[in-house]
DNA sequence: TCGTTATTTCGCTAAATACCAAAATAACAA
DNA sequence: TTGTTATTTTGGTATTTAGCGAAATAACGA
């Protein structure tokens, strides 16, 4: 769970997610609205796949990049078992 | 928000955050239990209240931390919001 | 094989973070 | 005022992270 709250813990990384929200990119679309340069929004993407929080589908030399919408359960969970002080059920 | 997950990737205060969970305790007996520096613990609750995690209750000249569940909420429906690709009432 | 295109890897620097021990501070009791 | 106790601040080093441009890689089409 580290690895999913490190992700979340960086703005940038977090606004790559809410244009993934929308629908699947690939790194140059998002590279070009986000100012930033390739090399370090690679480095930004290695994160997000570290945390299972994005999945990848490369077509040719495109990679497109989309939301794992599976994982949301699981951060949700943990946010809940970690700070809760009943338990889930309750 | 960025504080919030920020606060939750380290796994020290991950467990900080756990041992709150059960009863409030003083930074002397977290920092008994943890074996890590009453100095850099210190930092440490800093980046919790910063992320307003915890609150504090001072007495005499010790400080009791316990768990600020009202916080729980907001980080629920943010990671909601962040991840969901449906809007929260549907 | 030779380009072309999209992305990653490779140095590199600057800034942020974690950690510690020692000194400083705060809040009293005597 | 002096001493005691709990915590914070300070000063220091070491590690990690974000960022860049340039070079390298991958996956083809011609």
Redesign the pocket.
């Known amino acids: 769970m580290s690895d999913v709250f ?1 992700a979340l813990s ?1 703005p ?1 990384r977090r606004q790559i997610l809410s244009m993934l929200k929308t629908r699947a990119m ?3 679309e998002i ?1 070009e609205k986000l ?13 997000l796949k570290a945390a299972d929080l994005v999945v990848t589908d ?1 077509v ?5 990049y989309s939301l794992n919408t599976s994982v949301v359960e699981d951060v949700l969970a943990s946010v809940v078992g970690l700070l809760s002080k009943n338990k889930p059920e309750d």
Chains 1, 2 share one sequence.
Do not use: E, Y
């Not at 100012?35 to 994160?47: A, C, M, P």
């Open positions: 490190n960086s940038v690939t790194a140059g590279s100012d930033i340069g390739k090399s370090t929004l690679s480095g930004h993407f290695n994160v490369k040719r030399t495109t990679i497109t």
